[in-house]
């Protein structure tokens, strides 16, 4: 069981979503720009280096990214935490 009074690891290194933004050729502000909800490059660039977010802010991210990219993917593909 884990200890509470251990600090929980924030950054957990790069995450899928750099690779597929990579892949697919889009930068942070396609995202931005294709977010249906008010999202701002500083929480793609968290999401992308692994800085644990709150699940509210991973379907933003998610969101953005489908519509960005016209797919459709999951929290498990973006996400290793």
Request: glycine letters at 4%; proline letters at 6%; hydrophobic letters at 40%.
């Amino acid at each position: 069981m884990p200890n509470p009074h251990d600090p929980l690891e924030r950054n957990l290194g790069e995450q899928p979503l750099a690779a597929i933004l990579r892949e697919r050729g889009l930068s942070h502000h396609d995202l931005v720009a294709a977010s249906a909800a008010p999202i701002n490059h500083k929480m793609i660039t968290r999401a992308e280096r692994g800085r644990r977010l709150t699940l509210h802010t991973q379907d933003l991210v998610l969101d953005a990214l489908d519509r960005a990219a016209k797919g459709s993917y999951t929290r498990a593909d973006l996400f290793n935490y």
